[in-house]
């Protein structure tokens, strides 16, 4: 089957295989992020022919599968079809690779929160873009992390969650010893800075912050980048001390507002959700472009208020977090 794209881009598909699969094999980067049909961000309209579904759109609402909105990675081409699905040329040339890792150092933030750093082989010529993730593979298991450092960085940094009866868990806070041999497959996803010509929000849950982090690191360290818009990052937590990341910038002006759901008597700042008090807070939010990562609730809840105050669709940004076991 052909899968052609309004931007004129043509590609081969098969039934058993997803059209995002099919794109990713053909070099075209369309969006995506869980794979599992869960976060949406992979949605996009099919113009004209049929699919098949080889999973559950979990993330789409019956009204929008019949306005003909479709997950790329949820449906396989039953007929020759068309998309409106854009490439994204700034991953062009970047390619996934799996290569061996090994831990360099684990850092304790908090009993359930863990900075990773992991070094590669010195011939190693990992590229990604700030806002990426990576799979990491201990022995059978596989699990998906932002990058939190940046990409002129030696190092890969990661900020780690406990998740109770975790596999993976288990492994980083029970088992894990600096030099252990592990292997990485990335970078992965479309999370990564479009455009810098308008003013930028960042809405964070948890280590959500970890891609942001990158992201705005690299903005700082770029000397072609001079700030023109203003910037917020909006940092939500359920408690004051998962706030583990201390912004400190050589000249990015940044306003972060943290957010804490179930502070104690001596927080001093915002309490409910992030995503509320951002809505609230921020001026001029339907000139921004919003990049959101974390929870998918978050992000779902943040999308629906935000487009619905007035803000394009097309400048909201995500990259859900969606729990594996």
Do not use: W
């Given at each position: 089957m052909k899968i052609r794209t309004?931007?004129?881009?043509?590609?081969?598909?098969?039934?058993?295989?997803?059209?995002?699969?099919?794109?990713?094999?053909?070099?075209?980067?369309?969006?995506?992020?869980?794979?599992?049909?869960?976060?949406?961000?992979?949605?996009?309209?099919?113009?004209?022919?049929?699919?098949?579904?080889?999973?559950?759109?979990?993330?789409?609402?019956?009204?929008?599968?019949?306005?003909?909105?479709?997950?790329?990675?949820?449906?396989a081409p039953k007929t020759d079809i068309l998309i409106d699905a854009e490439d994204l040329s700034a991953l062009h040339g970047i390619e996934i690779k799996t290569l061996p890792a090994r831990v360099n150092t684990i850092k304790k933030h908090t009993a359930d929160i863990i900075e990773v750093t992991l070094r590669l082989p010195p011939t190693a010529n990992f590229n990604f873009l700030e806002g990426q993730y990576l799979d990491v593979i201990q022995n059978t298991i596989r699990r998906s992390y932002s990058i939190a450092s940046t990409s002129s960085q030696k190092e890969i940094s990661l900020l780690i969650k406990r998740f109770e009866n975790g596999k993976m868990s288990d492994y980083w806070f029970n088992q894990a010893r600096e030099?252990?041999?592990?292997?990485?497959?990335?970078?992965?996803?479309?999370?990564?800075?479009?455009?810098?010509?308008?003013?930028?929000?960042?809405?964070?849950?948890?280590?959500?912050?970890?891609?942001?982090?990158?992201?705005?690191?690299?903005?700082?360290?770029n000397p072609d980048y001079q700030q023109q818009h203003p910037i917020a990052v909006y940092w939500g937590n359920r408690y004051p001390e998962e706030f583990v990341w201390q912004p400190d910038f050589k000249k990015l002006e940044v306003n972060v507002t943290k957010v804490c759901s179930k502070p104690n008597q001596d927080w001093v700042s915002e309490t409910g959700y992030v995503q509320n008090i951002a809505i609230q807070k921020q001026p001029g939010l339907v000139d921004c472009a919003v990049y959101a990562c974390g929870s998918n609730a978050m992000i779902q809840s943040a999308k629906q208020q935000f487009t619905q105050a007035g803000l394009p669709e097309n400048q909201f940004y995500s990259d859900a977090f969606v729990q594996s076991y």
């Open positions: 309004k931007e004129n881009k043509l590609f081969e598909g098969a039934a058993e295989q997803s059209i995002l699969n099919s794109a990713l094999k053909a070099n075209l980067v369309f969006e995506y992020s869980c794979k599992t049909g869960q976060c949406g961000v992979c949605k996009t309209t099919l113009l004209k022919g049929e699919v098949i579904e080889l999973q559950l759109q979990l993330a789409l609402t019956e009204q929008q599968k019949q306005n003909h909105q479709i997950l790329t990675c949820c449906c030099n252990d041999l592990l292997r990485i497959e990335g970078p992965k996803g479309t999370f990564f800075l479009r455009d810098n010509s308008k003013p930028l929000l960042f809405l964070a849950t948890g280590t959500g912050i970890a891609p942001i982090m990158s992201i705005l690191n690299s903005l700082d360290n």
